[in-house]
């Protein structure tokens, strides 16, 4: 199949969840181009999170439909969607902390089935390390292949999760606050590597730092009390009324 800028990665319709008597997610659709930087903004408990999951298929929505690529992927299980080429990174919630950081990639490369040459497995080991080494040197870790991911610093251990994230060669990647307890210069670095990863895969990112959105997103969603309270690009976000009252005050 071909692909092209304008195509739909991620369609979302009319997204409802509620968690007894909190509307978590509100009737929310999003629409996510290939090639683009999408953000998704709001305070505290706008149900940004509840969003990103009922997109992985962490949560099921009480109503509404989710599509990737085409392909309608409503309620089905994670493990599912990330073969289709959809993936996460949360939190450095996917690094395994005793292994090295070569390993920890290479298998997320081998899951994502770069070994499977079964009939020439020499070739399927070559292809997964090949894989691991690219991925290590774009992320900036190539230096540090054999360092136990603990020891790694707080950014470089997020680094490393997008690493592994990459390594499954996805269509799609959901960020959630990926500078979140960064400092300026691990926050400076994280923006150009998401930039820098943006040229070939399509972003959808939570972002809770206002001015790394309005430099990297090409559009940004903001939610508020679970419904989309206005989408549109960083400059039409930034002189939004709306946007700005419930950004400094809190409420509205
Ligand atoms: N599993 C759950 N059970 C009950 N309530 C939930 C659950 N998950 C989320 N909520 C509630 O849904 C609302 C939206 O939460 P969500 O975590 O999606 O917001 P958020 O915008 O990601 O917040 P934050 O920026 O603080 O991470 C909140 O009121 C939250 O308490």
């Not at 090639?35 to 969003?51: C, E, F, Q, R, V």
């Not at 603990?150 to 690493?163: E, V």
């Not at 998401?194 to 430099?215: A, C, F, G, P, S």
């Not at 960083?234 to 939004?240: L, Q, S």
């Amino acid at each position: 199949m071909s692909r092209s800028a304008g195509d739909l990665v991620l369609e979302a319709q009319g997204l409802d969840r509620s968690f007894g008597g909190i509307h978590a997610v509100d009737d929310v659709s999003l629409e996510v181009p290939e090639g683009s930087l999408h953000a998704i903004i709001g305070p505290n408990g706008s149900g940004k999170t509840t969003l990103f999951n009922l997109i992985t298929g962490h949560t099921r929505p009480t109503s509404g439909r989710v599509r990737f690529a085409g392909e309608d992927i409503t309620g089905m299980p994670y493990s599912k969607v990330a073969r289709k080429g959809l993936a996460k990174s949360y939190q450095i919630t996917t690094v395994f902390p005793l292994l090295t950081v070569f390993e920890n990639v290479r298998i997320a490369a081998q899951a994502a089935g770069h070994a499977y040459v079964f009939w020439r497995p020499a070739d399927g080991i070559r292809a997964v390390t090949r894989r691991t080494e690219e991925v290590l040197e774009r992320i900036g870790l190539a230096a540090d292949r054999d360092v136990v991911a603990s020891n790694l610093s707080h950014g470089d251990q997020r680094r490393l999760d997008l690493a592994i994230a990459l390594a499954t060669s996805p269509r799609l990647l959901l960020l959630d606050e990926p500078t979140a307890g960064m400092s300026p210069p691990e926050t400076a670095a994280t923006v150009e590597l998401v930039q820098e990863l943006n040229r070939d895969v399509t972003i959808l990112m939570i972002e809770h730092k206002m001015d790394v959105i309005l430099t990297i997103a090409d559009r940004i969603t903001v939610l508020h009390q679970g419904r989309k309270l206005f989408e549109g690009t960083p400059d039409e976000v930034r002189d939004h009324p709306e946007v700005k009252e419930v950004y400094l005050t809190g409420s509205r």
